[in-house]
């Protein structure tokens, strides 16, 4: 009897406010576009539980009001959103907020030309460096995420061991930061600024990797270290 009671107040509790989660994500769902001074940002929320940012795919969570992501630094992180017809506006941790107008799937009865990824012409340079960016060494790894609304996160990990057996012990850093970037330059070479969280300011001239007459524009020098995108 005491099983039934605690059912039956579960389902009035809860069943009405997954229904109107669930009404209120279907008006979500589709092809998001914001232009700002960065560039212009692409989201697609394809469910409750996914959705991609300028390409990057990322599991979310998504409730009445609320958007909330899981981030590589900073674990899960809400961005509370308002929905007015066919105008999405996200408020991030920042302190700031970007409207998104749903995309139109078809024009005059035909799907809108996709861009290829790997057109020149079609790609600006600030889209180009939006990602994930990891160098690695014997007992370091840096990895820095370039955002599309000009924000980054960076994260500097390094461990010790024994001279003698090469054993591990633990870490000896864990450094992190926030803050905003901005590139100028070309897809082949440039300076890409940033400025932290506390107005720390920093320049990283960045090259393209090219072998053997072969360009991997996935690889970067950056200061003379070399960084792969999307890696793992």
Known sequence: MQKKILSYSFMLIYLPLLFASAT????LLGKWTSSNETGNIVLIIKSA???IYNGEQLSCEITEG????EDEFFGWVDYPYSLEQDVLTINY??????????????????????????????????SHFVGTWK???????TMV??????????????SYSSAESGEEWGAAADQ??????TVQGTREQGVIRFIDNEGSQSEYQYQVHVENGTVYWSEYYFNGELYGKNIE
């Open 49 to 51: 539980t996914e959705l």
């Open 145 to 158: 995420v370039l955002y599309a609304d000009g924000t980054y996160g960076y994260r500097y990990t390094s």
């Open 24 to 27: 209120g994500i279907k008006d």
């Open 135 to 141: 160098n690695f060494t014997k007992n370091t790894e």
């Open 93 to 126: 941790p920042e302190g700031y907020s970007l409207q998104f107008k749903k995309a139109k799937e078809k024009v005059s009865g035909k799907e809108k030309p996709s861009l290829d990824k790997g057109s020149t012409e079609s790609m600006d340079i600030t």
């Open 66 to 69: 609320i958007i909330r992501v």
């Open 176 to 181: 992190h930061a926030k803050g905003t970037w």
